[in-house]
């Protein structure tokens, strides 16, 4: 069980673009794009609790448990920032119904990772975000929104891009990184970021783990971070360990069961991430890697 785990968690955290080709995939795609462009200024971290017939029920207490684990996330986060002298205000926020009631929608392949891929990536994909969309309806269907004198009623999110639109004007942000959780914590599947590369749809992610690392490692994709370990669009292996020997406690390696505090932000992601204006020379070969066509 334990080798089958490891592998899925190998395929984890995959970038998904809406073309597909045999060109060479460029994680620079991923700067400065959709809501999330850059790691900067007021950012809302919002998400939302996803039951599924699949996955492990939502208790009161494993969503107090991941709770904790968002908040040493974003401690984590704010702290990197702050070495780095980068202004970053993170609020966090969730959707939640009474007595830690959750949204209810199953996964149409019954995990992320079959979901994503079955009958390939593509179609795969298509699936996920309309999925995505139907949870963002129904969290939005819940929004309590007054009409104001002289002001036409605002309507209800109805997909993923209204809800966070609706978010990011509700608190006055910058930014909203989008998270769904699904409670996988004693199962093997995935975690995925998705539309990272793409501007034709917006930006989530679906975690699969309450760890602090595996939270702040697909929050930093949505912001533009690329996975530094072997991925299907990480599929160059020499390159991988090379990355892994120069940035051996780089967040953006596998975090499973890793320790978020022996853990940092490199080179390499503080670019990708808006954090650096430039990079070294040296990188430039790791910023781009095979593409597969699916």
């Known amino acids: 069980m334990r080798k089958l785990f490891r592998v899925f968690v190998v395929i984890s955290l995959i970038w998904v673009v809406s073309g597909f080709s045999f060109e060479k995939l460029d994680y620079r795609a991923g700067m400065h794009k959709n809501v999330c462009k850059d790691l900067k200024h007021d950012i809302l971290l919002y998400f939302i609790f996803v039951d599924s017939k699949t996955t492990a029920p939502w208790t009161e207490f494993d969503i107090k448990s991941t709770l904790d684990s968002v908040g040493v996330a974003v401690r984590w986060l704010l702290q990197q920032a702050q070495l780095n002298n980068i202004p970053l205000n993170i609020k966090t926020d969730y959707f939640i119904g009474n007595e830690y009631s959750t949204i209810s929608r199953n996964l149409p392949g019954g995990t992320i990772e079959k979901t994503a891929t079955m009958p390939n990536l593509k179609k795969g994909m298509q699936n ?71 501007s034709e749809d917006i930006e989530y992610a679906i975690v699969s783990y309450k760890y602090p690392a595996e939270i702040a490692h697909n929050f930093l994709h949505l912001y533009g971070a690329a996975d530094m370990y072997p991925t299907l669009f990480r599929r160059n292996e020499k390159k991988a360990r090379e990355l892994a020997r120069m940035y051996p406690n780089e967040i953006m390696l596998d975090p499973y069961a890793r320790k978020i505090s022996d853990l940092t932000i490199s080179e390499y992601t503080k ?13 430039e070969p790791y910023f781009t890697d095979k593409h597969k066509n699916f």
């Open 128 to 198: 996920l975000n309309d999925w995505a969309d139907q949870i963002a309806r129904k969290a939005g269907a819940k929004f309590n929104i007054t009409q104001k004198d002289g002001i036409p009623e605002i309507k209800l999110p109805r997909n993923k891009e209204r809800l966070i639109a609706f978010l990011r004007d509700e608190y006055k942000v910058e930014s909203v990184a989008l998270i769904y959780f699904v409670n996988n914590y004693f199962k093997a599947d995935i975690s995925i970021a998705m539309n990272t590369l793409s």
């Open 271 to 283: 670019y990708l991430i808006g954090w650096t204006d430039s990079a070294d020379l040296r990188m």
